[in-house]
């Protein structure tokens, strides 16, 4: 089994920035592909991150510039730094990781940011 328990998120007024962060245990490496995706209220859950297990990492276009995934492995955590927030990056935050081909998740965390 596999264990991913967000923290960091919150209230921020637009403009700021919030650091998500994601411990991981159970039967996981860091190396494995891990992310982040958001879900909007009233929208489907959508990816905003990946790192792959190389280290590489992508971002859906309305994050780029603003957002970076990280990793910890001595931490076995994952990052998300959220910067220059916007008030459409509200949503709730889910945490994954893709272990043998499963995508395990989080149980997500709150993002707002107010104008």
């Known amino acids: 089994q596999v264990q991913l328990v967000e923290s960091g998120g919150g209230l921020v007024q637009a403009g700021g920035s919030l650091r998500l962060s994601c411990a991981a245990s159970?039967?996981?490496?860091?190396?494995?592909?891990m992310g982040w995706s958001c879900q909007a209220p009233g929208k489907q859950r959508e990816l905003v991150a990946h790192?792959?297990?190389?280290?590489?990492?992508n971002y859906t276009d309305s994050v780029k510039g603003r957002f970076t995934i990280s990793r910890d492995n001595a931490k076995s955590t994952v990052y998300l730094q959220m910067n220059s927030l916007k008030t459409e990056d509200t949503g709730v935050y889910y945490c994954?990781?893709?272990?043998?081909?499963?995508?395990?998740w989080g149980q997500g965390i709150q993002v707002t940011v107010s104008s």
């Open positions: 994954y990781a893709i272990v043998w081909g499963i995508q395990y």
């Open positions: 159970g039967r996981i490496f860091m190396t494995n592909p």
């Open positions: 790192i792959s297990s190389g280290g590489s990492t």
